[in-house]
């Protein structure tokens, strides 16, 4: 049987790191990968992530407070537990809120109008037992 | 008294490059007179060798398909 | 303990390399390279256009593994017959095993005019010299026709004429000269790349860039004088700056018995097995083979994987797998990917790809060297992007 040189066998594990050692350096000296590399990772959109950063991390700071956790899933159970027909009427009071695409902002003669529309109301009135419900 | 020379241009079972490259190479050496006869297996070869007489010039003596495979006649006219 | 069975191989390239290092633990291994370079033959691609020598070779005996025996050497003969390969000095070796891996011969000679053609312009499928003559051509053009003719089609590396047309166009572009160019890429195929399915995603792509396409144009000679080069098929192409790709023919070695080459000199190996006819030791692998279609370094390494598998009694058999980076510029590339069963999946050209084939160049080396390491890694690639997975992706 060959006796297998434990020195031997160390030097060999040496050397095959060495190898892996050259070809990640092999890696980095590549100009033409870092490039694509880099427009890939750096594009308009990344850009504008990378530039609103400071906000979305407060963003994502207030969302994942306990606080704030706790009212989402009180929330999300709310609805789990409301029947159909009740999700279809907060549906229908979202829509008719629906202020218009453009946001040209409402003269207050308008909004009063739209506030005594009969739909408008109604789910205004939804929402607002809604919100007793939540009891925030 | 001189028979023009047949050759069999088996391009079974190819698809890339392709039979026309087969029938290309066995065009280099052929001569005016001479009949090739291609054997193919890819269903692309029937409209291939189609657009290779039209440009070519080359006579289609015969296109069939036989049970296993697509065979095509031509005979060497057009070579300078 | 059993003498280990002697193992002779011929060639030191990507086939002769790995299958060397795949047999070191159960063979006595041998390997006769005509120079003590590998070379890493994509490179020339790199050289000519963006001239770029780094990754072009290392030396071999840097590449094998310990215990694999390396002879710098021509071989003159090999007799499968006698088993017995035959060097330049005439000296006689034996052998147990032979894979015969010397790749391919090129042969300017073999149309008429291309030798006094690439001594003006350069191509990229023979020298470093004549790839360094493409680089010249492309950062000085100002104006004119710029041709690649592809003058055998069975040449290695499939995509590289389209390679080389896209990024010459991205040096012409970058020169800002590309308005004053008119651009042609003429190749004896039905349609642009001879796979109709890859053509779907290649035609467009060299469209969008302008890239003019004759089709059915083999070249076959070349009129230094009048700058023209014809058909096989009749036609006529001028030029102002022409690169044809070249007759490519196999190696200089004598192999007996005659039959076990083909007229342009490739041995005559199993498609499946890689066996030389009936010879159940010996192998021929690479270019130098006509098992595979494809003249490409991974048909090589993956026929080097199935030689040393056969040899321990496994069943291993070539599936035909191709997988050709193909390079299009402004860092953006796909593969070809089919083998025996399926053609061409169509993957698109997106930025990924690229870096994916400039990894792979990088990470060559050690490949080479340790197969061992990275068989495991292949398995894994290989498997996810069989072509049929690949066509269920990207219909």
Known sequence: MEEINEAELQSESLERLLHLVEMVNNILKDEELLKAISKLVVSEETFLVVDRLPQIIKLIEQLTRQENLEKIELILNLLQSLDKQMLEKLGNAFKAMKIEEKAKPMSISKIIVTLSEPEVSKGLNVVLNLLKALGS | ?80 | MAEKKKFLIVGGGAGGAILANSLIKDFNVTIVNDTPNHYYWPQLLQIAFRNDYSNLYRPLSSLLAKGVNLIVDKVKKVDLQERTVTLSNNKLMNYDYIAIAPGVTIEHKGIEGNDKLVEQYGDFHSTPQNASKVFNVVTNMKKGTFLIAVGDPYHRCPPSPYEGILLADEVFRLRGVRNDINMVLAVPYPRAYPAETFNEVLEPILKERGINVMTFFTADKIDIENKKITSLEGEELSYDAAIVIPVHKGPKIEIKPEDAINQDGFINADKFTNQILKYDDAFAIGDASTSANAKTGVTAHLQAKVVSKRVLGFDARNTGRTNCPTELGFEEGTFVISDYNHPAAKVPANAINFIMKRLFADAYWDIIRHPEFWDPIFDVYFENTQPEVLWKLFR
């Open chain 2, 1 to 80: 008294m001189s028979t023009a020379a047949k050759k069999v241009v088996d391009a079974r079972g190819l698809s890339c490059p392709g039979p026309i490259t087969n029938l290309t190479k066995a065009y280099r050496d052929a001569k005016n007179g001479d009949v090739l006869e291609i054997w193919a297996t890819d269903p692309g070869f029937k409209s291939d060798i189609k657009a290779w007489i039209e440009r070519t010039k080359n006579e289609l003596v015969d296109l069939r398909e036989e049970k296993d495979k697509i065979v095509a006649i031509v005979k060497i006219t057009a070579k300078k």
